[in-house]
């Protein structure tokens, strides 16, 4: 069972669509494995960036409600287009499809937007600083071992 969201979120979100049961293609079943899809990879990217998952019951899990349902909205469609043996995609499906993929990066890239926006606290030191090792000369107090000032000259590329 998926923690925020649930097949008849979906079903408002396809406004034209019937009620989903054990009989409809796809199934109620299917639907709602959809919806734990997305949110399984939506709680993985969020742990990737050192992000708490909200719980259920907050404004946070509105906002990622919306992406899952997003998710599982574009796929059913993509399934309907392929069973009607129209065309093989469905260009609002694939709009969803790419924003979800957009909001899975952008946590990546925006941790700490995110984590605010989630109100989950701040994430991790590792999520929101360059990493790598310094060897730079800051004011005479040495970083590394090594003190060295970066020298440019015209013409250097990086």
Do not use: C
Not at 26 to 32: D, E, K, Y
Not at 37 to 66: N, Q
Not at 126 to 131: E, R
């Amino acid at each position: 069972m998926s923690t925020w969201s649930a097949t008849s979120d979906v079903q408002a979100r396809l406004a034209y669509a019937a009620t989903f049961s054990g009989s409809t293609n796809p199934t109620s079943t299917q639907v709602q494995t959809l919806l734990n899809d997305a949110e399984s990879e939506i709680t993985t990217a969020l742990v990737a960036a050192g992000i708490a998952s909200p719980a259920a019951s907050t404004d946070a899990a509105a906002v990622l409600k919306r992406r899952a349902v997003d998710y599982a909205a574009a796929q059913v469609r993509l399934v309907w287009a392929s069973a009607s043996g129209g065309a093989p995609a469905d260009e609002y499906a694939e709009d969803l499809l790419g924003r979800f993929e957009a909001f899975l990066d952008d946590v990546g890239n925006r941790p700490l937007h995110w984590s605010e926006v989630l109100e989950a606290g701040s994430p991790g030191i590792d999520s929101i600083m360059l990493k790598g090792t310094a060897n730079a000369d800051l004011g005479g107090r040495a970083v590394s071992s090594v003190q060295m000032a970066p020298v440019f000259t015209r013409g250097t590329e990086i």
